[in-house]
């Protein structure tokens, strides 16, 4: 799926939502649901959703502008298309702006979560950062931390690193990075909380690979050279947030760029 902003309303009310809580503990509920077009199956997700109040988060606007920096520093990562729709909720009609993505696993694959991989095949005592090095995985999961430190990732956990395992073929390979929804600003829900946030401080968050802080956790990593393959300039703020003007505030758009630019700039004099 080529990343996209759709503007133009669609008609989605046909979907069928599930609930699902995120793992890490944040309130509210996030929506999922799944179609066929083509052949081909495509996930969608809400943002934080309130029965009273509707759509009142903005980590689907997030997906898109991770998965636009994830392009700019050539990780690979899923693609997401923000799309302005129509859609049903227990026969009351929202509108809003969802993601959609393909399915990124290829026939003959089936997803094995990381932590349910490590607790199949670690050694005792080993660390799940040293699994995952003994396992070939060293490359992925240093560039993996980096990221999530640059864009405050909350919900790393186990479930969101994914294998595809190809049992016919004997294959086993890394998911592309996905699921950057509880990142950058997602807490803030209007422009006072906005405003006063601390790009920089450290908070919490529910990592697999090594402990809560994503800022600790650029120690565990080797060999930073080289990490990204790209890098990260002050011109392409204009790629990055391009067609979310009217869609999220000005003041979330500076200081959304102000926490990329900033936390990737420490990152890089390290």
């Known amino acids: 799926m080529k990343t996209a902003i759709i503007k133009e309303k669609q008609d989605l009310t ?63 990562h899923l693609n997401y298309q923000l799309i302005n729709a129509d859609i049903e909720i227990e026969g009351r009609v929202y509108n809003t702006y969802l993601c959609a993505s393909d399915d990124f696993k290829e026939p003959g694959e089936n997803k094995w979560a990381l932590d349910d991989y490590y607790n ?20 992925y999961i240093d560039r993996m931390i980096a990221v999530d430190y640059i864009i405050l990732n ?66 565990i990593i080797k060999d930073k050279e080289g990490i990204f393959p790209g890098h990260l300039k002050k011109s392409d703020k204009e790629i990055i947030f391009e067609g979310l003007d009217g869609i999220i505030s000005p003041s979330l758009i500076k200081k959304t760029w102000e926490m990329i630019y900033k936390r990737y700039t420490y990152y890089e004099n390290l």
């Open 154 to 219: 909350r919900d790393r956990h186990g479930a969101n690193i994914e294998l595809l395992r190809n049992a016919k073929k004997h294959t086993i390979r890394l998911a592309p990075l996905f699921d950057h929804g509880l990142s950058l600003l997602y807490p803030c829900t209007n422009d006072k909380l906005v405003n006063k946030y601390d790009v920089m401080e450290d908070k919490p968050c529910n990592n697999f690979i090594g402990s809560r802080s994503c800022r600790d956790n650029l120690g």
């Open 120 to 139: 199949f095949n670690a050694i005792k005592g080993e660390s799940h950062y040293d699994f995952c090095v003994r396992s070939g995985f060293g490359e």
């Open 14 to 76: 046909f979907l069928k939502w599930s609930h699902a809580r995120t793992s890490s503990g944040t309130a509210g509920t996030f929506l999922k649901s799944e179609s066929v077009l083509d052949g081909k199956k495509i996930y969608y997700k809400l943002s934080n959703f309130d029965a009273e109040s509707g759509v009142i988060g903005h980590e689907c606007i997030n997906e898109i502008i991770v998965d636009r920096l994830l392009t700019v520093l050539e990780v690979p």
